[in-house]
């Protein structure tokens, strides 16, 4: 499977704890995006790397949330002190900035529940 | 606040007939794309219309883009039991590096 892998696939976890979250990108895909997803809605922009460099945030994205791509490869996305607002779908999309650039494949996604 | 407004927000038909989907957005844009999301799953892309396109057509989708309206819809034909699903437009805003901005989606059920 080359698609965009994520891990966990479900996460629960008790308010207060940190959680990570794994995404692997399609192979050589330079850029790595991450949505939040809560029900009902669409997804929203969290944060966005070209290679290793986390080139924008959203306003979404607290203090409590860190995003890494330390080897321009696989991301990582950390929620410390979780908070039951956390619950939602996080995803991931990678796309190349060389090829169909604009097109993004997603993941499937890490669903986290905060009890 | 989102960018996409699809319409309508939910859609019943019979298999074999064909489902109109439309998306409303508000500024200029580089592309419009439209995934599809089952239940509880990741996104599918569907088809990407950029911004100097009028129609695109893949398989049986056929998407349209009318800038000056600044809206888009997605045609599918011969619907099937399997096109069952949430479908999204997502907007590439001019500028911004190639984040998608989505609209809530629209939920399609297809009657066997």
């Known amino acids: 499977d080359t698609g965009v892998s994520q891990n966990p696939r479900h996460k629960i976890t008790k308010r207060g704890q940190n959680v990570t979250f794994r995404c692997d990108p399609i192979?050589?895909?330079?850029?790595l995006y991450w949505y939040r997803q809560t029900l009902g809605q669409g997804p929203e922009f969290l944060t966005y790397f070209q290679n290793e460099a986390q080139l924008e945030k959203s306003r979404l994205l607290s203090d409590r949330f860190s995003a890494e791509r330390p080897k321009g490869s696989f991301s990582t996305l950390e929620i410390q002190r979780t908070e039951q607002g956390d619950s939602a779908m996080y995803l991931c999309a990678s796309s190349d900035s060389g090829g169909a650039a604009d097109t993004q494949y997603f993941g499937p996604g890490t669903r986290l529940t905060v009890l | 606040s989102q960018q996409g407004e699809e319409d309508p927000q939910a859609l019943s038909i019979q298999e074999g007939e064909n489902a109109t989907m439309n998306c409303s957005y508000k500024t200029s844009i580089n592309n419009l794309q439209w995934y599809r999301q089952n239940s509880g799953r990741g996104l599918v892309h569907l088809i990407l219309?950029?911004?100097?396109?009028r129609e695109k057509h893949s398989g049986r989708l056929r998407v349209t883009l009318d800038t000056s309206k600044k809206s888009s819809s997605l045609l599918i034909t011969a619907s099937r039991a399997a096109d069952t699903a949430s479908y999204f437009c997502?907007?590439?805003?001019?500028?911004?590096?190639?984040?998608?901005?989505f609209g809530k989606g629209i939920t399609l059920s297809v009657r066997p």
């Open positions: 192979s050589e895909h330079n850029r």
């Open positions: 997502a907007t590439d805003l001019y500028g911004a590096n190639s984040k998608l901005t």
């Open positions: 219309i950029r911004s100097n396109e």
